[in-house]
């Protein structure tokens, strides 16, 4: 199975993809240039330079003689990052995930933080299995039982991070994340539990942003930030209707959302977390409140 360890391919193909932007720039050629003289085409390149795939070692050598890039430590590197770049976890799933929400999961995996802001329902980080059996089959209606059952291990198997003491996570939720009843009382009354435990972790903090606020700053929806030890810059995944992300390694980016993730944070509820979830989860009723009948 895979593990959080293998997460570090994600920073080396970030780490990869830094230094040949650098050795191209260095030698003065373009992206056209060099996509001729390799015989590829210019989407080839211009995915390598984004990230977005990884790169053969053959294909880097020739790369790199092209550049004329001839210190053979910096070779070595290079190529040593191209090798590890390939080794990204979560591909036993390439079959029934998108290869945008494996990229996801890999630098997930790879973060020092974590900072995500949820509006409608937690984030897979933070869910149990009945709630993500309930929420993947509502928002997968056409996929077999088998693979909802897949994609509920990969989710399972991605909070094996949560464990990591070298890692912080924050996360912000709106107060309907904690009121909706995904799954039935049952369901939500262990999640809240069980959110309450990971809650009281000292690397993990969950703050809660109240229905007084009224609304905010982030009301246009969720969005995750990472941040890495490495020599990278910030990822930010900003998540749409259709259930897909907007990727973005742009500096300006990270910053303008770390601004408002620590503008929520100004807002929210941080003190005696784990105490108000389970008095929630005491408080839920078998019947929710219906504002059809409501008075």
């Given at each position: 199975?895979?593990?959080?360890?293998?997460?570090s391919a994600a920073v080396q193909r970030l780490r990869l993809r830094t230094e040949l932007?650098?050795?191209?720039?260095d030698a003065g050629l373009t992206q056209r240039q060099v996509a001729d003289?390799?015989?590829?085409?210019?989407?080839?390149?211009?995915?390598?330079?984004?990230?977005?795939?990884?790169?053969?070692?053959n294909d880097l050598r020739s790369l790199l003689t092209f550049y004329q890039v001839q210190e053979t430590e910096r070779v070595e590197r290079l190529l040593a990052l191209?090798?590890?770049?390939r080794k990204m976890p979560f591909?036993?799933?390439?079959?029934?995930?998108?290869?945008?929400?494996?990229?996801?999961?890999?630098?997930?995996?790879?973060?020092?933080?974590?900072?995500?802001?949820?509006?409608?329902?937690?984030?897979?980080?933070?869910?149990?299995?009945?709630?993500?059996t309930t929420i993947i089959r509502t928002f997968s209606p056409d996929e077999?039982?088998?693979?909802?059952?897949?994609?509920?291990?990969?989710?399972?198997?991605?909070q094996d991070i949560l464990e990591r003491a070298d890692a912080e996570f924050y996360f912000i939720l709106d107060e309907s994340v904690i009121r909706?009843?995904?799954?039935?009382?049952?369901?939500?009354?262990?999640?809240l539990r069980t959110l309450a435990e990971i809650a009281a972790r000292p690397h993990v903090q969950v703050m809660i942003l109240p229905f007084s606020l009224g609304v905010h700053t982030a009301a246009a929806g969720p969005f995750t930030l990472f941040?890495?030890?490495?020599?990278?810059?910030?990822?930010?995944?900003?998540?749409?209707?259709?259930?897909?992300?907007?990727v973005s390694t742009q500096p300006e980016d990270a910053a303008n959302f770390i601004d408002l993730f620590q503008d929520l944070e100004s807002k929210v509820i941080k003190d005696d977390v784990p105490e108000i979830l389970l008095r929630v989860a005491d408080g839920l009723n078998t019947t929710p409140a219906d504002l059809r009948t409501a008075s």
């Open positions: 199975m895979t593990t959080a360890t293998a997460g932007r650098e050795a191209r720039s003289q390799m015989e590829w085409s210019p989407s080839k390149l211009l995915r390598i330079e984004a990230g977005e795939v990884g790169i053969s070692v191209a090798r590890g770049s591909t036993e799933y390439r079959d029934i995930f998108h290869k945008d929400f494996l990229d996801f999961l890999a630098m997930e995996a790879s973060a020092w933080i974590n900072r995500t802001f949820q509006s409608l329902v937690l984030p897979g980080l933070l869910q149990t299995e009945e709630y993500a077999s039982t088998e693979q909802v059952k897949r994609m509920v291990e990969a989710r399972m198997l991605r909706r009843q995904v799954g039935g009382v049952k369901t939500m009354r262990a999640q941040e890495f030890k490495e020599d990278v810059p910030a990822c930010l995944y900003l998540e749409n209707p259709r259930g897909s992300s907007t």
